[in-house]
């Protein structure tokens, strides 16, 4: 890597003194941070309405969503390498490549969906059994699976969009729909699971229905949006056309981001998994951490990808000195972050405990996750902002996978399977170990981070599918 002239040391007050670059991030980072809460705000909605119905409703859906959560992380693969990408070639001005990177995601993503749906559908007791053997909450997570299933054929094509709308510039249109189809979802879980307005009570099967009528609605809106002016629409030939330079260089970034994506999602899923055998009352009480979790991590998600696209932007434009530095203050950030984030957590937890309706055990363990959760924020925030925002946005996308491999896999996973399946410790000790993986990795985040093999230009020139110069217009 050729030499990168130097960057002043950054002081704290520095951080927040470029009005240009907090004008950037705050239009970016605010509609994404909403736009992601408003999603998390759907799973807070379902583990709510069915918590009242019965705990093991509200475990069920909570546990069959982490078939979801697994697709998610193929569609965050690419839809990150589209991000890193996209955004350099947007910030050289390049719409043709960027084009051209949209479609390479939408066709993986497309593939990805349907597996997914198929294992759903007609496959949703063995997944289930994945998850937990509590025979009640099986049945009630496989209903949910089969009609939720098709809602999967739809979610990789409509991500790809609003991933895109983010990069070009539309954010806000992208927090619109996500917002829009948020409070539809939570309407018609109302409406449908407690049976109100006419309708018969629904229980699990209607918060799959609100949840499928939500994702029609999001995938059509998308569409019809992409035929306004300023929006990229690719056409027919776009879609089906391969561009087999700009596929390796996608690829390039994808597999990465997959390997690291799969590592994360499986491990994160296998906690649930542990969580979901150590019995009923932790089960409960996990599925409400994790409503919790995901509800704070917005912030840090929203700053990831905002300050990613301001980075990778820079670094597209040729200026590696000025992406470098917009990297240090992310950087700098991202412990800001963390820290408001711990905050916020154990703010919460009082109201918290006072509100979910849960039994006794269940209530005394949430508690005890509460505060764990709260130390993990730090972790998940740094870690999120760095690796997924400023690493990312270079091309630097193999690092996560590794540190994975090291804090997720070769400790945090086997200390908690073996703390559930041998040796029967405490379910807050075993959650503490789920949660492990995400403060450990700091330091290496943080050393990795001053070597400065983030800072790269990806681009090219553009290029036709032979590899050859192409004029755009």
Request: aromatic letters at 12%; proline letters at 3%; charged letters at 15%.
């Amino acid at each position: 890597m050729e030499d990168i002239p130097a960057v002043k040391r950054l002081k704290f007050k520095e951080v927040f003194s470029d009005r240009d670059f907090n004008k950037r991030l705050i239009r970016l980072t605010l509609p994404i941070a909403f736009q992601q809460l408003m999603l998390a705000t759907v799973a807070a909605a379902d583990a709510i309405m069915l918590g009242k119905r019965s705990q093991n409703e509200m475990s069920a859906v909570s546990l069959a969503t982490q078939i979801q959560f697994v697709q998610n992380m193929f569609i965050f693969a690419v839809t990150s390498a589209i991000t890193v990408l996209a955004a350099q070639y947007w910030g050289k001005k390049d719409r043709r490549s960027v084009t051209d990177i949209f479609c390479i995601g939408l066709r993986i993503n497309v593939a990805i969906s349907a597996v997914f749906f198929a294992g759903c559908v007609f496959f949703p007791n063995y997944l289930m059994r994945i998850f937990t053997n509590v025979d009640d909450i099986v049945q009630y997570g496989a209903g949910y699976l089969r009609i939720a299933g098709w809602s999967y054929l739809m979610t990789g094509i409509s991500q790809c969009y609003l991933c895109l709308y983010k990069i070009i510039g539309k954010q806000h249109h992208a927090a619109a729909i996500s917002t829009a189809t948020v409070i539809i979802n939570i309407v018609l879980n109302a409406v449908l699971i407690f049976g109100l307005a006419g309708f018969r009570p629904m229980g699990v099967s209607g918060a799959a229905t609100a949840t499928l009528i939500s994702r029609i609605i999001e995938l059509i809106w998308c569409l019809v949006l992409s035929f306004f002016r300023g929006f990229i629409r690719p056409g027919p030939r776009s879609l089906i056309t391969f561009n087999r330079v700009m596929s390796g260089d996608f690829f390039r970034c994808f597999l990465p981001l997959l390997g690291a994506s799969l590592m994360w999602g499986i491990g994160f899923t296998s906690y649930s998994a542990f969580m979901g055998h150590l019995g009923e009352d932790p089960a409960a009480a996990n599925s409400v951490a994790a409503v919790v979790r995901d509800l704070v991590c917005c912030m840090c998600g929203g700053l990831a990808t905002g300050g990613g696209i301001i980075v990778g932007e820079e670094l597209g434009r040729g200026d590696l000195v000025k992406g470098k530095l917009y990297g240090r203050r992310m950087g700098l950030i991202a412990f800001v972050c963390g820290g408001l984030s711990a905050a916020l957590m154990l703010l919460f937890t009082p109201a918290l405990i006072a509100f979910v309706k849960l039994s006794p055990g269940a209530r005394e363990y949430l508690l005890y996750m509460m505060l764990v959760l709260a130390v993990y924020m730090i972790g998940r925030a740094v870690n999120t902002i760095i690796i997924n925002g400023v690493f990312s946005a270079g091309g630097d996308t193999a690092f996560d996978a590794y540190s994975l491999a090291v804090t997720m896999w070769g400790i945090a996973v086997p200390l908690a399977a073996l703390g559930t399946f041998v040796f029967g410790w405490h379910p807050v000790a075993v959650y503490a170990l789920t949660c492990l993986d995400e403060v450990g990795k700091i330091p290496w985040v943080m050393l990795h981070f001053r070597k400065y093999k983030w800072v790269k230009d990806l681009t090219r020139d553009p290029v036709s599918q032979d590899g050859s110069a192409a004029q755009v217009s």
